[in-house]
């Protein structure tokens, strides 16, 4: 089971650079890491997946090391509407039901 | 098409009844899962199905959770006996296969009383 660990909360100023980083020591090869951002009253988005190194979109940048057991998402200059619920989800297409599973996520509040 | 839709958005169920939860996926997806979401709790998958063959995960936690297809991209979650605990958002999600990301519907907000 490829627990993930995230801080529970961060604030960051408008503009600035910000980088959540998620803890996955038990990932597996066949693994994927993707990350969701939730809004209160919705579901969760999809923002960025990647399996090694680094990956880029228009919305973020996901940095994965070699050894694969963090991984880091980097949101640009962010704005208030960037204040959300961020989500790692470790998985594969051979992940079983019972190990999918979104933890607490960390709770991003931008300030003005 | 659309993205996911689930009905109905907020449901309140005296103790003990049964609820049915509707969700509607994007068409072509074939994996469709539930998970319930509880504050400060993140959120656990109850069941998942692939394409026409559900695959129940019912066992979690009880078997009073169950999941319908009827139709490749239409699910009923089926919880009975609602206990308390119970109170919970569901939500609904698919995606074009099993790894793959997933699109979520808003949830539906459940309260047992």
């Known amino acids: 089971l490829a627990k993930t660990t995230q801080p529970i909360s961060m604030d960051s100023y408008e503009g600035q650079e910000v980088n959540i980083t998620c803890s996955h020591n038990?990932?597996?090869?066949?693994?994927?890491i993707t990350w969701y951002q939730q809004f209160p009253s919705q579901g969760p988005r999809f923002i960025i997946q990647?399996?090694?190194t680094k990956v880029t979109n228009e919305v973020a940048s996901l940095f994965i090391p070699a050894d694969r057991k963090s991984s880091t998402l980097s949101l640009p200059r962010v704005s208030l509407s960037d204040t959300a619920v961020y989500y790692c989800?470790?998985?594969?297409?051979?992940?079983?039901?019972?190990?999918?599973?979104f933890g607490t996520g960390t709770r991003l509040t931008v300030i003005p | 098409g659309a993205g996911v839709s689930q009905s109905p958005r907020y449901k309140v169920a005296k103790r003990g009844r049964d609820v049915a939860l509707r969700c509607d996926s994007i068409?072509?997806?074939?994996?469709l899962y539930w998970y319930r979401q509880t504050l400060g709790q993140g959120s656990e998958v109850l069941t998942y199905?692939?394409?026409?063959?559900?695959?129940?995960k019912s066992g979690r936690p009880s078997g009073r959770f169950s999941a319908e297809r009827p139709e490749r991209s239409v699910s009923t979650l089926k919880i009975q006996r609602t206990e308390q605990g119970d109170s919970a958002v569901y939500l609904c999600?698919?995606?074009?296969?099993?790894?793959?990301?997933?699109?979520f519907g808003p949830g539906t907000r459940l309260t047992v009383t």
């Open positions: 038990n990932i597996a090869t066949n693994d994927y």
């Open positions: 999600a698919s995606s074009r296969d099993r790894g793959y990301e997933q699109y």
């Open positions: 989800l470790v998985a594969s297409d051979q992940t079983g039901a019972n190990n999918l599973f």
């Open positions: 068409s072509g997806h074939v994996t």
């Open positions: 199905s692939q394409s026409d063959a559900q695959r129940d």
């Open positions: 990647g399996y090694k």
